[in-house]
């Protein structure tokens, strides 16, 4: 496969790493109520959809970027790729 | 032998005569010959057995569909098996032998099998070979692998170096027909980057292995004409010898390309070539491949398919036969008989299954239309056929064609479906093609000549417009022979008729399997093989589906085909490796020291991805403890050095260093002073443990952490996943210094006394504590960082220069040291002293293990978030009767003990419901003087001085051991403050 990588074009998967479901990004707050419940979920329950998913990619031969990679699992066609920093940043994460 | 079946014309060098030897006959052939035509030429018809039956077997194609004709190639190492002789090309001094007989091939004494073979139809090794069941490894097993299959290895070590490649190009083409041709000039005039690759030493395909013309030229000058003009082009790389075997996601092929298998040597060159090719596009311009009619007794030695039978007339020069019958049910099965009889050779029939006009007068032939053939004989090879009406013709080849199935593997590798024309008899590639393939030419229905040429420019055309090429398509004149089918697939009658050859699979096991229940193709491939092995049932597919589909009663399109999958041709394994065998199976890294170590008796171990010393042998040292048990005494004697490079560095930098660090440790580091490094321990959020290391605060904003050896990539990405994801607000920066600097760990009593002689600055216990840290320079000057941290328990100290001072480094060290007996010690003694001192390592550390087993659940902190807090709480991991980490000895202290034993009580069953845990870590501590052990044992904490069973089933044996603390060395740790 091929990932066209946001900062770099196109990049050959074998460069990556897979992570798996970008929900990993996230992380639930550990001081809201029900926090053991929602991290029990977090750590240990994820999509695995037939067709599109998003994806966490790490450059790992390369500029060490982690990618959000929208995916269809079942044509490997990629419709998105996303810095995964901006991708939590737009979620509110921060510090 | 002489070549008595070698004609005028093909496109052989005459002028270069070959000498070969098949089974240790010595034949001649020209150059330009493949193995099977010079076999045929020399009138060797016979050139196998089959894989089930032990049929004698003859050459049934011209290509890389063979199903038959396979051999063992060359000798010694180099000895290749199951190699078609159809596409190895002749070269002086080749050498053949045959396969999978017993005896000679002419007497092969396993074709009794042959005899049995009413009993051996598909599924009998099932069915008959079940109990008693003991008997299948022993006995049936070994005996079926003897009789059947297919070449031998060599059994030595391939003496060919193999490679990799990776290339990119606007458009590849994949095949160099007529279609391919055209797709390829086109492109290439256009300006595209194009790459042309066909399995052939010669481009031009089907050209090649016809008489028609182009251009009014003969088809093969056209062709040769049309690479030269591609070969000139600068943005055009012809591939000859160059199979595209697979097509994968998102424009990416793999191509095989054979560089040196034509040669007798490869010359220390690669042999062969796998190249991963990245296109923007691809036209698959693959051809058609010509598919058989299953009749009784079809399998001799002289049954052949038609276009081929032609192409060793027209291409090679050779005479298949000196009286050929033809065997059609299409129109281009004539053009074998009008082809052979325009080169002189002898027609002794024509039989059409169809009931139309005969398409031609051949003076001499016998012509029967509405026929089809019934019967054969020859065991070695064709004596004669009969008709179903009983019509008798002596013939020693009968070429045959059940029509042509367009080549649609590739269309089909993400998954597409062909789909079937009824007007041509075949299936064709279906509209899910992969991601920017098209298709041109036979290999899409295309059948015929000047339709071909113009489907490949016109996509070719089409495809480099696209792309932003200004493309026009231009035709060169061509007429479309005739191409009419009309289906016919098998002949009733007495005797076999075979469908798969290379699998000895025939219409009665179809029809069986259909019987049986096997109803979707895919359980047929299974249940009967059909379609299987080197040859993937290139020439036997079609014709399988259509009896199946005959046994059922439905239509092929019902039917279906079976998933076509890469390779589309076999691909050496030797290939796949290419440069990755042996010690360059992966690479490895080695540590400043290297050299050193070296030159000073080390002994070396793959650590992650290093080499590592593991002990230095000195003097009389017979074994490696004396070494091991030497260095460690030396050290907490007086002074060990050991290379300690290969821990993972993070460099950790920013406003919100501190802050960060805090969320992916468990313990608390916000307050961690400058100038102090404190021991962490990571967690995965599921409250595991996932690596320990130390991490010092050289500035306010400034860290370094050391992780494992083994996990420095993996935290690193952690780090990275927890910086870029996680807390993408934060301040902080991370590069890994791993490689960045060298390390060297300095313990015992005399480390001190040794470091103040290099380190440019005041070491003393008041100056520089237990857990301090600086940047300073040694040798008057040179760069270094200072940690005394220590994982022998010793008074130690670990110092850094930047790598390329490493090896000076050492040897400054042994200098320095020379005073105090200072001894280089390996990864064997650290580990012996981090078992004295209780430290975690990797067995420890499986992945599977918690704070609490670590006897560390104290250090995760309670009032922060850091990941794998909040799960670690889980009351799971927090059973007061849960394994804890402790320590181990021998109550008879002369036995050793062993690593993977399990804990029993006294007096208990060593059985699962009684285990306790088991033994992590073991080593033979010289101060000590006896075996110890670090262990995960129910209750642990709670038991120390208790006494239990040891118990090692696997290996056998058993030792009782007393529970202690796992702090066997120094427990208060006052050497390593002293």
């Known amino acids: 496969m091929i990932i066209n990588h946001p900062l770099l074009g196109p990049r050959d998967a074998a460069e990556f790493y897979v992570m798996g479901d970008a929900d990993l990004i996230n992380r639930p707050d550990p001081d809201a109520e029900g926090a053991a419940e929602a991290f029990y979920e977090y750590a240990y329950l994820r999509d695995n959809p037939a067709g599109e998913h998003r994806e966490l990619w790490y450059h790992e031969q390369g500029d060490r970027s982690w990618l959000v990679v929208t995916r269809s699992t079942l044509t490997h066609e990629i419709m998105n790729v996303e810095m995964a920093r901006d991708v939590a940043l737009a979620k509110g994460r921060g510090q | 032998m002489t070549q008595s079946n070698r004609i005028a014309g093909g496109l052989v060098d005459r002028s270069k005569q070959l000498s070969f030897t098949f089974n240790n006959k010595s034949m001649t052939g020209y150059e330009g010959d493949t193995l099977a035509s010079a076999l045929l030429a020399n009138g060797q018809r016979l050139v196998g057995r089959s894989f089930k039956y032990h049929r004698p077997r003859g050459i049934f194609s011209a290509g890389s569909e063979e199903p038959n004709a396979m051999v063992h190639l060359r000798r010694g190492a180099a000895q290749e098996p199951n190699t078609r002789a159809t596409v190895a090309e002749l070269f002086n001094g080749l050498e053949a032998t045959s396969q999978n007989h ?72 994949i095949g160099a027909g007529p279609a391919g041709l055209m797709a390829a000039l086109t492109a290439g005039r256009a300006g595209a980057r194009v790459i042309l690759a066909d399995e052939d030493h010669l481009m031009g ?195 045959v064609s059940g029509g042509w199935s367009p080549n649609v593997h590739l269309t089909c590798h993400q998954r597409g479906r062909p789909t079937w024309r009824d ?100 359980h047929l491939k299974r249940y009967t093989t059909l379609g299987m092995a080197t040859d993937q049932g290139k020439t036997s597919n079609v014709l399988g589906l259509a009896i199946m589909a005959e046994a059922t009663g439905k239509s092929i399109p019902e039917t279906g085909t079976t998933i076509f999958r890469p390779p589309y041709s076999p691909v050496p394994i030797g290939a796949l490796a290419g440069r990755a065998r042996g010690k360059d199976f992966r690479p490895f890294r080695l540590t400043p020291s290297h050299k050193w170590a070296e030159t000073h008796g080390a002994d070396f171990v793959e650590a992650g991805a290093w080499l590592r010393a593991q002990w230095f042998r000195k003097g009389s040292e017979k074994g490696w403890r004396d070494s091991v048990d030497r260095e460690v005494e030396a050290t907490r004697g007086s002074v060990g050095i050991c290379d300690v490079t290969t821990l993972g560095k993070i460099d950790i930098q920013g406003r919100d260093a501190a802050a960060f660090l805090n969320k992916v440790y468990a313990n608390g580091f916000a307050k961690l002073a400058v100038g102090k490094v404190r021991y962490g321990l990571m967690m995965r959020e599921d409250g595991i443990v996932m690596d320990d290391g130390t991490t010092a605060r050289l500035r306010e904003n400034h860290f370094i952490m050391t992780t494992t050896t083994a996990n420095a990539g993996p935290v690193f990405r952690h780090m990275e996943f927890a910086r870029q994801c996680l807390w993408p607000g934060m301040d902080v920066h991370l590069i890994s210094t791993t490689d960045g600097w060298a390390q060297f760990a300095v313990a015992g009593p005399n480390a001190r006394n040794l470091l103040s002689k290099i380190v440019d600055m005041d070491i003393s216990n008041e100056a520089f504590p237990f857990m301090a840290c600086a940047e300073t320079t040694v040798c008057g000057g040179t760069p270094a960082r200072l940690f005394r941290i220590s994982f022998s328990g010793e008074l130690a100290f670990e110092i850094a220069v930047p790598a390329r001072y490493g090896d000076a480094m050492m040897t400054k060290l042994m200098e320095a040291g020379e005073e105090f007996d200072a001894t280089p010690y390996g990864t064997e003694a650290l580990g012996v002293m981090r078992i004295e001192k209780g430290h975690a390592a990797g067995n420890e550390l499986t992945g599977q293990t918690t704070a609490n087993n670590l006897g560390l659940g104290k250090m995760v902190s309670k009032k922060k978030d850091s990941i794998g807090n909040k799960l670690s709480e889980r009351p799971e991991m927090n059973r007061e009767d849960d394994l804890r980490l402790v320590g181990f000895k021998p109550v008879d202290t002369s036995k050793p003990l062993a690593a993977g034993a399990h ?42 001085g208790d006494k239990l069973r040891a118990v090692d089933l696997l290996r056998g044996g058993e030792v009782k051991v007393e529970v202690v603390s796992p702090h066997m060395i120094d427990p208060e740790g006052e050497r390593l403050r002293a």
Not at chain 2, 339 to 355: N, Y
């Open chain 2, 102 to 173: 017993r005896g000679s091939l002419e007497f092969d004494l396993m074709s009794v099998t042959d005899l049995a073979s009413p009993f051996l139809s598909a599924g009998f090794y099932y069915k008959t070979f079940m109990w008693p069941k003991k008997f299948w490894e022993k006995l049936y097993e070994p005996a079926i692998r003897a009789s059947a299959g297919l070449g031998r290895l060599s059994m030595q070590e391939d003496p060919d170096s193999y490679d990799k490649g990776f290339l990119h190009c606007d458009m590849l083409i």
């Open chain 2, 205 to 399: 395909g089907r050209l090649n292995a016809e008489t028609l013309s182009v251009d009014d030229q003969e088809g093969s000058a056209w062709a040769a004409a049309a690479a030269a003009e591609l070969d000139a082009m600068p943005n055009v790389r012809l591939m000859t010898r160059t199979s595209v075997y697979g097509a994968y996601d998102h424009g990416v092929y793999g191509a095989l390309e054979r560089m040196t298998d034509h040669v007798p040597t490869s010359g220390g060159k690669p042999r062969q070539v796998l190249w991963r090719i990245y296109t923007k596009r691809a036209i698959l311009t693959a051809g058609a491949t010509e598919r058989s009619i299953a009749f009784p007794m079809n399998d001799r030695p002289g049954v052949m398919l038609a276009g081929s039978v032609r192409t060793y007339v027209n291409r090679y020069g050779v005479a298949p036969g000196k009286k050929v019958a033809v065997f059609t049910n299409n129109d281009d099965g004539w053009r074998t008989a009008t082809d052979l009889h325009a080169a002189g050779v002898s027609i002794a029939a024509v039989i059409d299954s169809r009931e139309i006009t005969p398409l031609a007068a051949i003076p001499g032939a016998l012509i029967l239309m509405g026929a089809s053939v019934a019967s054969t004989s020859g065991y070695l090879g064709l004596k004669s056929i009969a008709t179903s009406s009983g019509v008798k013709i002596e013939t020693d080849c009968l070429a």
């Open chain 2, 423 to 522: 007007d041509i008899g075949a299936f064709v590639p279906g509209g899910d093609l992969p991601i920017g393939m098209h298709v041109a030419g036979a290999g899409n229905g295309s059948l015929a000549l000047a339709s071909s040429l113009k489907e490949g420019a016109n996509v070719s055309a089409s495809v480099a417009s696209d792309l932003g090429f200004a493309a026009t398509a231009a035709f060169p004149s061509a007429e479309d022979q005739s191409t009419d089918i009309t289906p016919f697939w098998h002949v009733e009658g007495k005797g076999r008729a075979w469908i798969d050859l290379q699998n000895d699979v025939t219409v009665k096991d179809v029809k069986q399997s259909q019987a049986e229940g096997f109803r979707s193709v895919e």
């Open chain 2, 903 to 944: 804990f029993v009580d006294n007096g208990k069953e060593a059985v699962t419901k009684n285990d306790l845990g088991w033994m992590t870590s073991v080593a033979y501590s010289p101060e000590l003087g006896h075996s110890i052990g670090l262990g995960f044992l129910k209750k642990g904490d709670q038991r120390k």
